[in-house]
């Protein structure tokens, strides 16, 4: 490969919340505990990646603080053209101008720009669940009521939508807001392009304005496809709103910046004077250079090869969880780096709780993330964007002190 995929990098004293959080009470209850003597730290649980991301990143972040100035500025052309390139080079986007892109903080920034455009305090809105801790802290500490819609398994263990039961509580609810979420996080589903043509006759037979999370877009695994919600149909293009982000995909979160993809003029005058209101969603100049870098040519070869590496991990881990860990359940995901695991089985087979499995795993050093909060009730996420010996690492450590020999 051309890129560095395989050398340990070392987090520690650059601020990484997945290093530095470790066993400390950061005030958000999220962070593991630090492990036993003799355990170094394997980072599994905040969704940021141990890759140092494409070199294009950097050289254009140190290439524009050389000027010493950094006053107001503008989104320049490049900018635009970069994103547009990007969108029809990966995912076939035809007929996106620079007008239907705007600028946000995050995705979740957007996410509530755009719901409190459309929605009050106190309304309700259909997310799918098991659901992104991120969408349910930010909806509901803006006051509106969540509705869930339960993803479930088919014979497969593919994860799929209940059509029916999404109609259903859109009307009893008198929902006209829904969060979508492509590829979904936690479950790792790449959905198929009728999956998604189904959803949006819901939607639309409700009246119903679509955000879509497709910031995991771009991390696809084993040949799957993303396919762009607002591509389905020409009324998806009119009722979604679509928010992207170079972070995820880049492992540069902490730049901060993402955008939203409105084709239609009314949504987007919404949101936009939404999101103006607050006089914060600006962006910051060397986060536009940044998305400029990752968007290069360089940054096309770049993700071919993370996705690759990526596909090695999720296949080594599903098929080490099926060979070792019975009673452990996992839908192995086509998108994203994220394994989300199933551990009803083994607990109760075992008579041990999650609050003990968990523990177990902090104890030898593997990081993972209670799945708890994701409304699972015997589930534990782990992030795979590592280097395949840390991931090997991690999961002979669980064969040997955890799944097998937990006292």
């Not at 392009?193 to 006759?201: I, V």
Request: proline share 5%; net charge negative.
């Amino acid at each position: 490969m051309k890129y560095d995929f395989t050398s340990i990098m070392e987090r520690h004293g650059k601020d990484a919340i997945a290093v530095e959080s470790i066993g400390k009470n950061d005030g958000t209850g999220f962070a593991p505990d630090a492990p036993k003597e003799g355990f170094d730290v394997i980072p599994m649980w905040v969704a940021d990646m141990n890759f140092p991301t494409v070199p294009t990143v950097p050289e254009a972040i140190i290439e524009r603080a050389k000027h010493p100035a950094y006053g107001y500025f503008s989104l320049t052309e490049e900018y635009f053209q970069s994103i547009i390139r990007w969108h029809e080079r990966r995912n076939g986007v035809t007929g996106l101008s620079a007008e239907c892109i705007g600028y946000e903080n995050g995705v979740l920034g957007g996410v509530i720009s755009a719901l409190t455009a459309f929605a009050a305090p106190g309304d309700a809105v259909l997310l799918h669940s098991p659901t992104y801790i991120g969408f349910t802290r930010s909806i509901e500490n803006n006051g509106f009521e969540i509705v869930h819609s339960p993803l479930t398994r088919d014979e497969n263990g593919i994860w799929r939508m209940d059509y029916e039961d999404m109609d259903r509580k859109l009307k009893e609810n008198e929902i006209h807001v829904a969060v979508f979420c492509s590829p979904h996080n936690p479950c790792g589903r790449v959905w198929e392009r009728w999956e998604l043509e189904r959803a949006m006759e819901v939607y639309k037979a409700n009246d119903c304005v679509v955000i879509s999370d497709e910031i995991w877009s771009d991390i696809l695994l084993n040949g799957h496809r993303h396919i762009p919600l607002q591509s389905v149909s020409e009324d998806a293009r009119r009722r979604t709103i679509a928010l992207y982000a170079p972070s995820k995909t880049f492992n540069m979160s902490g730049m901060i910046g993402s955008y939203h993809i409105i084709y239609d003029k009314y949504l987007r005058d919404r949101v936009r004077a939404k999101s103006s209101k607050p006089h914060y969603n600006d962006m910051n100049v060397l986060s536009m250079h940044a998305l400029i870098g990752a968007y290069k040519p360089e940054g096309y070869e770049w993700v071919d090869e993370l996705c690759q590496v990526l596909s090695g991990n999720i296949n080594f881990a599903c098929d080490y969880i099926a060979n070792h860990f019975e009673g452990v359940k996992v839908s192995k995901p086509q998108g994203t780096y994220m394994l989300f695991l199933d551990c009803r089985e083994w607990c109760e087979a075992n008579g041990k709780t999650m609050d003990e499995l968990e523990k177990a795993g902090w104890d030898v050093g593997v990081a993972w993330q209670d799945g708890r909060m994701f409304h699972d009730p015997y589930a534990i996420r782990m992030n795979l964007a590592l280097p395949l010996s840390r991931v090997q690492e991690a999961f002979a450590r669980l064969d040997r002190y955890v799944f097998h020999n937990m006292e």
